[in-house]
């Protein structure tokens, strides 16, 4: 009591970092924006229109599954706009309204809400969406758009990843159209360049760490350079094709289904980089991102287990005996 | 501030993790100053880990600074010597700035501050002198814990002690009083080491200053560098300037390489580590004999109109300290003792200064007021930044459900509450408090 006032007493620590959850997520969205202003060039404003349902559909989801439940409302943490917005990423700019919709409501509810909200999901939510989707509605989910022609050609825009697949390589867009997006495929995930700005600015403010996507599309690399024989120019094309990007920057890095500890980390991205490595090559889908990452979600809590540190100062030989244990 | 400095030895191995902690060093270019003498102080019998002591005055006995007030026949504990010279008026229970009770002697200064007569410099040739001096000068570790000092040196030969490492390294925000003394009293605390070594017989000293402190680090130097006989070697080591790099196990792995184990000491791996202001206080204590009647604090933060280091008779009280830095500019909202991410948040300023407070500061609303608590979003920041390796998170779910075993393998029993891990927390979690709740918990059904 000061003045007749009451203090405030609280345990310590009584100074705490500027860093919060919305500032995060908000991070998350500016970096996302740089490839969704390419695919407004490339795909055309319907892009925009795909973004808003899906974003909406979200944030009521959120705000609607909240209230039921009679839990805090959390729409002003922002994660529901990430989750929207990846997974209007995920989809052909084609794709119909009420389809995108019902993806994001399917990541809130299902995968994020039913499990206990932000933090507590076992697997992404906007991979789930996609993958529900492509099972359910496949012919939209695969309905691509010739790059700043804005209209759908279902003959000449086989995404690279088939045409890789087939060997048919007279119609790959070349290696700068690539880079800067101008190819078919979802409409978040076709600008390289775009994206990796995104990753670095994410890595620049300390919201993720680069490890995951580094080992992630390192093992792809490794992978296709063994298979292509040292082919360079193959395993650039499989770099820059499909989701791998998108993937490995913004979905693998997601906090609540990837490891915490650095080890940890490293062992997600080398098991995501096989997955998609082999799905690519000897499965029947031409794209494996989705399934990899998804794999990866539910190994995670036995990556943990695994890679625990021990506590400080542990002895080498009890280090050794608690592996074993 | 800030300034690195170069070509200098810096840590052996470096600290995991540690969260990059505002600085706040407002008060490094304020020079100690002495407040005048208190009306009154109230001196508590428990100002350090250990046994209390047991008032020896009663009320109405004339008493003079330095005058053993208090002492405890057990191993570890520290006498209590009176800091005013006056009148005791009271021997009776009051209320310690953590919320516990202790009996407490109450002196009324007669304004003169009259030494006691008693008083005179110790004769110290053999280990056994020095430990008795250290013992009778009531000296506990002033960066914070009160650990009894004499107990620290007191250490078994057969442990193999090489190495005195001192602690300079000031890592919590505000606090600038060490740094101060190594500016102010930079041959007390050579002097000081120079004698431990000598008669303790240490292999190696190494004094440790983080580098955003580089006028302590050249002062300091400059002394160890003119030494004049060769067995004066003293090491001088910069380290990266990070929270909590002060911390006792953090400090002996960048000064040696070496890590203490969960549950053991510096001891356990051939270290002792020291306070920096007091090391000084040993060499001035030989010198004059004059028992720990005061100290150094800083007083900071935002409610505070004029921050500044004072030097101050312990048992003041800490509400005529703050006057004496005048008064509150903003209106206080929270008041802590000791550093903002270790420190002890106060109920009033009706309490007395102890021996180990390092600083007083009082924060307005807008520093008092933290982010509102959050779900936790898995980002693993509080693991990152742990320096014990601990993955707070998974500690929290473990008290949460209450599961014992996971608590076990959890390893919580060696965090240290630094605060790293809810300082880093995007969603404003309070892990320190499940940290202790966690130990708590394994404490309970260790009894059982």
């Not at chain 1, 997520?25 to 404003?45: E, K, R, Y």
């Not at chain 1, 580094?214 to 499909?242: C, D, P, R």
């Not at chain 2, 700035?97 to 009259?114: C, F, H, K, Y």
């Not at chain 2, 903002?340 to 106060?346: F, N, R, V």
Request: net charge positive.
């Amino acid at each position: 009591m000061v003045n007749g006032k009451l203090l405030t007493v609280s345990a310590s620590p009584h100074v705490r970092s500027v860093q919060t959850t919305t500032k995060i997520m908000l991070d998350v969205i500016i970096a996302l924006l740089p490839a969704l202003a390419v695919s407004v060039v490339a795909f055309g404003p319907r892009v925009l229109l795909v973004c808003a349902v899906s974003v909406t559909c979200a944030i009521l989801a959120e705000y609607a599954s909240r209230k039921i439940m009679k839990r805090s409302t959390t729409i002003g943490d922002l994660s529901a706009i990430v989750t929207g917005l990846l997974v209007a990423f995920n989809m052909p700019s084609t794709i119909p309204f009420w389809m995108v919709g019902l993806g994001s409501i399917i990541a809130i509810v299902v995968v994020k809400q039913f499990f206990g909200g932000i933090g507590q999901n076992f697997a992404n939510p906007a991979i789930v969406a996609r993958i529900v989707l492509l099972l359910s509605f496949g012919a939209e989910m695969t309905s691509w758009v010739k790059p700043l022609t804005w209209k759908v050609d279902a003959v000449s825009t086989a995404t690279t990843l088939a045409s890789l697949k087939t060997g048919v390589t007279e119609n790959l867009p070349s290696f700068g159209d690539m880079f800067l997006g101008m190819r078919a495929g979802c409409l978040g995930e076709t600008c390289a360049a775009a994206l990796i700005i995104g990753g670095i600015y994410l890595c620049i403010k300390k919201v993720i760490k680069p490890i995951i996507p580094l080992t992630y599309i390192g093992t792809v690399a490794v992978i296709m350079l063994l298979k292509s024989h040292g082919n360079l120019n193959f395993v650039a094309y499989e770099l820059l094709s499909g989701g791998l990007l998108l993937g490995a920057i913004f979905m693998a890095t997601d906090y609540s289904t990837s490891p915490i500890n650095t080890k940890g980390k490293v062992i997600f991205g080398i098991g995501c980089g096989i997955i998609t490595a082999l799905i690519r090559m000897f499965a029947s889908m031409t794209e494996g991102v989705s399934f990899a990452i998804l794999i990866m979600n539910l190994l995670v809590p036995y990556i943990e287990k695994a890679t625990t540190p021990k506590p400080f100062g542990t002895p080498k030989k009890e280090k050794k005996e608690a592996a074993k244990a | 501030m800030a300034k690195k400095i170069a070509g200098v030895l810096t840590a052996v191995k470096k600290v995991r993790g540690g969260a990059k902690v505002p600085h706040r060093k407002n008060t490094a270019e304020t020079e100690i100053v002495r407040i005048p003498t208190p009306s009154k102080v109230v001196i508590p019998m428990s100002m350090h880990i250990g046994a209390p002591c047991e008032p020896v005055v009663k009320v109405g006995d004339e008493v003079a600074v330095g005058q053993l007030i208090g002492d405890s026949d057990k191993f570890v504990s520290a006498p209590i010597h009176a800091t005013v010279s006056g009148k005791v008026v009271e021997v009776g229970n009051v209320k310690l700035p953590n919320g516990t009770l202790s009996q407490a002697v109450t002196i009324e200064s007669d304004g003169e501050m009259r030494l006691w007569d008693g008083i005179k410099p110790p004769k110290v040739e053999t280990r056994e002198d020095l430990i008795k001096a250290v013992r009778d000068s009531g000296l506990v570790g002033l960066g914070g814990a009160g650990f009894p000092t004499h107990v620290k040196l007191n250490f078994p030969p057969e442990k193999n002690i090489d190495t005195l490492v001192i602690n300079a390294a000031e890592c919590e925000p505000y606090i600038t009083v060490d740094y101060r003394e190594c500016i102010e009293n930079s041959w007390d605390i050579l002097s000081g080491v120079y004698t431990l070594k000598d008669i303790l017989g240490f292999k190696q000293v190494i004094i440790a200053v983080e580098d955003n402190k580089p006028e302590a680090f050249k002062v300091l130097k400059a002394i160890a560098d003119n030494k004049v006989d060769v067995k004066d070697e003293v090491k001088l080591m910069t380290l990266e300037s990070k929270y909590p790099q002060g911390a006792e196990k953090m400090m002996v792995q960048s000064a040696t390489g070496r890590q203490v184990p969960p549950g053991k000491l510096p001891a356990d791996v051939g270290c002792v580590v020291m306070n920096v202001a007091s090391v000084a206080f040993i060499a001035r204590y030989l010198k004059t004999g004059k028992p720990l009647v005061s100290r150094s604090l800083t007083v900071d933060g935002s409610a505070i109109a004029q921050p500044k280091n004072v030097r101050v008779p312990i048992g003041t009280n800490i509400g005529e300290i703050i006057d004496f830095c005048g008064g509150f500019g903003e209106e206080p909202c929270k008041i802590i003792t000791g550093g903002p991410m270790m420190g002890l948040s106060i109920v009033g300023t009706d309490l007395p200064v102890l021996k180990q407070n390092n600083a007083i500061l009082a924060f307005s609303k807008s520093d008092a007021v933290l982010k509102p608590e959050k779900d936790c979003i898995r980002c693993g920041k509080c693991a990152a930044v742990c320096p014990m390796s601990l993955v707070p998170t998974n500690i929290v779910k473990a008290v949460k459900a209450k599961d014992v075993d996971m608590l076990n393998k959890v390893g919580v029993m060696v965090c240290m509450e630094c605060g790293s891990c809810a300082f880093a927390c995007p969603a404003g979690k309070p892990l320190v408090q499940h940290m202790r709740l966690a130990k708590s918990i394994l404490r309970e059904e260790a009894k059982k």
